[in-house]
């Protein structure tokens, strides 16, 4: 067990944790958001993080550190908390982001990992290599046996009570991510970043992405903290947390704030088409989009900076409040209509509804059905899978979406998406469902596939569904040998 994490309230694979951060001195409660600080260049002044924003932790990067003079001589001299007038914890990279973007670098792990121990990091990261998306098997699974045997060096490196990143790559093969995350697993390392797929978001590839990551996390334990590196739009937090990441790093805060670009959660504005801004936090109650228009540029980027970071960390909180109330798959789906790429990501993740249901709690407070992507969800999954073992009383029975018939020998109820129950069950999750009147096709046909369950599992058994006025493909699902009644029709 790691001891530096625990696990809290959980909802699919997300999950509330502690990490636990010994060089600090401070625990940090994820989901959580570590805002990039580039030495060179800050935006915002690390010192406003903890009261104005609520950040526990941030990220920057020994390299660049490392390889500036001034800069190097300041860190060893005053240490990185100073230097950069942070109380929280500091998270470094090492320089593989550079190493991925330029070809080379003039460090390795043991010399960064000393060197980021030496400055006062608190969570110190080796050089892994960040093998690209669709590199071909051979480079992919080359460079993985490479970043596998940094991470063995790393466990060497004497660095105190300084936690260390156990990167996890394997591009885009799945097999490789998942073969990566039980190495990393296997280290005495401590957290472990989801690397390399950073161009992959660029891209707006966010069902590659998800395949990553669900990938990397079926390689890793349950008390693993995951950081999915360079995830920094809160358009994609919900997702994000939903496929099991605990940690995010964003420059997107301020590298948006440079170019006048707006950040929401549901996607990116520029500064020149807003007549309005639709937000609540203290920049946009205080200022107008024509006023901030109008000012000099290193106030307004500095303003917008502060804005994108106020809506990075709502959108946080707000993932955390759905992961305690078990409505984080609501959220994640209204996220999700934002953009068809995100809405790709969701059905990625929706794929693996059996990978999901593995940690999903066995009862909520409820579930909303808000469209045809909640027919795939873990609960519906689940609900399938138990009617193998549910009793089924006499040799006729009908399944009903009405009243019960003294004509069978039992009636059984059918709630599409999740098909037929038990009347025993109608009080207990996530048969209490709020569903619409006016239910989609993928509902029917998810009810549709619990009466093919029942039927197979009750070979004997006849079974009758009056159904009301589904739709054709749905009732194309159900065996043969189920009767059918249209209710509506009275046929």
Known sequence: MRDVFEVGAQDGLARIGELDVPRAGVTVETPTLMPVVNPNLITVEPSRFVDEFGAELLITNSYIINSDDDLRERA?????????????????????????????????????????????????????????????????????????????????????????????????????????????YGTALDLFPVGAVVPLMNQYRYDDMTEAVLAAKRGLGRDAPVHLFGAGHPMMFALAAALGCDLFDSAAYAIYARDDRYLTVSGTEHLDDLHYFPCDC?????????????????????????????????????????????????????RAHAHPSTLDGYRALLDHSDQLEASDPASKDAFFYTGAGSARRPEVHRHHQRLDRLDVDGDDVLLTEGDSNHRYDESWNVLPPFGPYPSALATTYPLTAETPARMDRAGYEAAAEGVCRLAEANPDTAFTLAHDDWPESALEAVPQRVSLYNAVRGE
């Open 76 to 184: 060893l001299d005053e240490g990185l908390h100073e230097m950069l007038g942070f109380d929280g914890a500091i998270m470094t990279d090492s320089g593989s982001f550079q190493l991925a973007e330029y070809g080379e670098i003039d460090t390795d792990t043991e010399a960064i990992l000393r060197f980021q121990h030496d400055i006062g990091s608190d969570i110190g990261t080796p050089v892994d290599i960040p093998t690209p998306p669709d590199a071909d098997r051979e480079q992919a699974a080359a460079e993985l046996e490479t970043t596998q045997q940094r991470l063995e060096l790393a466990e060497t490196v004497d660095v105190g009570d300084m936690l260390v990143n156990a990167p996890v790559q394997g591009a885009t093969q799945p097999d490789l991510r998942e073969q990566a995350g039980a190495h990393a």
């Open 282 to 334: 203290p920049v946009c109650a205080e200022h107008s989009p024509q006023a901030v228009r109008g000012m000099a540029a290193g106030d307004r980027e500095r303003l917008l900076a502060g804005h994108n970071l106020h809506v990075s960390f709502g959108e946080i909180r707000r993932v955390k409040q759905a992961i305690k109330s078990g409505t984080l798959m609501e959220l994640v789906a209204a």
